[in-house]
């Protein structure tokens, strides 16, 4: 059954068509989910909410563009706003802790844990500006080509492959930074590696 | 290290991010919600049990201030109890006691 016959069907109240339509696509949704958030937890509560915001829209859905186009759309809106929400919740924390006793560990081995490579490659992704961090977890995460991409954030093709090919820089830049690598030779050139 | 020592860490982060496994009971959690909040369930009233209730409650209160209203136009005291206060004889006996009290 196409996409496009699975929402006819749905919209005429057939449920167990919805049940097959995430079943399809959830891996794509928690990927990409999980390439913004880095956390296993939020990206399953992302995807859930991506598939009642769905569920609640597909009337809405004007069939022009293709349904996986239109759904990405919606998981990157809906990861963005989450994240939104939750730094402004971690700046309320962070406040409020201003007036209670520091109890985390900062013991050298604590430090270590939490600065590991895994960790640092993680935060590089997130400290890319947001078109980067799009492009570059649409591409690497989702592994879609940039005419696959150029729809999605509503930009042509060549400005999805600049984006790529700036965050893949800036992560290179960051990273040797962090890790305290000897100065990495960036590349001006196009990147052709996935 | 060099730009592809960076990538393969990058690459390798990416590929332990991407084989994290689903939870196999989301796509049965999200019909769960959705069956919850249906907008086509039936609602527990229907819409013209409530108008009916509403109209009941009005007629009651109306019913009430009317009854009310013909218990303030009726007499006020009873013809025995009125006799009693305006009658020359009580009064006397009345002033009699009083007479009685300050002696």
Known sequence: MQDFDLIDSIIAGNQKDFERLITKYQPNVFRVSIGLLHNKEDAEEVTQDVFLKLYYSLRGFNKRSSFSTWLYRLTVNTTLNFLRRKKRRRSWTRLSGIFQLSTTDSSPESRMVTHSDSELIRQAIDSLPEKQRLAFVLTKYEELSQKEVAPIMNISEGAVEQLVLRAKNNLRKKLARAIGLSSVPVSKGRITSA | ?103
């Open chain 2, 1 to 103: 290290m060099r730009d592809s020592d960076i990538d393969g860490l990058v690459d390798s982060v990416i590929e332990e991010e991407r084989t994290v496994p689903i939870n196999p009971f989301l796509a049965t959690r999200v019909m769960v919600r959705i069956q919850g909040r249906s907008p086509r369930r039936r609602p527990l009233i229907p819409a013209w049990q409530g108008v009916s209730m509403a109209l009941s409650f009005v007629l009651v209160i109306i019913l009430g201030i009317k009854e009310g209203n013909l218990y303030k136009t009726a007499e006020p005291y009873s013809k025995a109890t009125s006799v009693t206060i305006t009658s020359d004889d009580n009064m006397e006996h009345f002033e009699f006691y009083r007479q009685i009290v300050k002696e």
